[in-house]
């Protein structure tokens, strides 16, 4: 089983920035494509940024692009999202999640961690 540990959320001032961080545990890391999924109230778990195997190509959900980075380190089973210029749009829950490819189709999931942009 996949297990993943989400963690770095917090309250934060529009305009600030966070760096979430995604351990993963029960697999290789390295041999699958990783994403970050939010959650906001009220609404569906949406992707807003994966990173492939191998060459570590990115893609960004056009609401975060050029203000969230997703970056891999597979020695240490952990995948970063660093986020800045956030917004209260960006308030949710946030996941992260593997697959073989980007886009990440889910099938296990940890607690997420939860990030609130407030003023």
């Known amino acids: 089983q996949l297990n993943f540990v989400e963690s770095g959320g917090g309250l934060v001032q529009p305009g600030g920035s966070l760096r979430l961080s995604c351990v993963a545990s029960?697999?290789?890391?390295?041999?699958?494509?990783i994403a970050w999924f939010r959650q906001a109230p009220g609404k569906g778990r949406e992707e807003i940024s994966c990173?492939?195997?191998?060459?570590?190509?990115?893609t960004y959900a056009d609401s975060v692009e050029g203000r969230f980075t997703i970056s891999r380190h597979d020695v240490n089973n952990t995948v970063y999202l660093q986020m800045s210029s956030l917004e209260p749009e960006d308030t949710a829950t946030y996941y992260c999640?593997?697959?073989?490819?980007?886009?990440?189709?889910?099938?296990?999931w940890g607690q997420g961690t939860q990030v609130t942009v407030s003023s």
């Open positions: 999640a593997a697959d073989l490819n980007c886009p990440v189709h889910a099938e296990y």
């Open positions: 029960g697999f290789t890391l390295e041999y699958y494509a």
């Open positions: 990173i492939t195997r191998i060459l570590g190509h990115t």
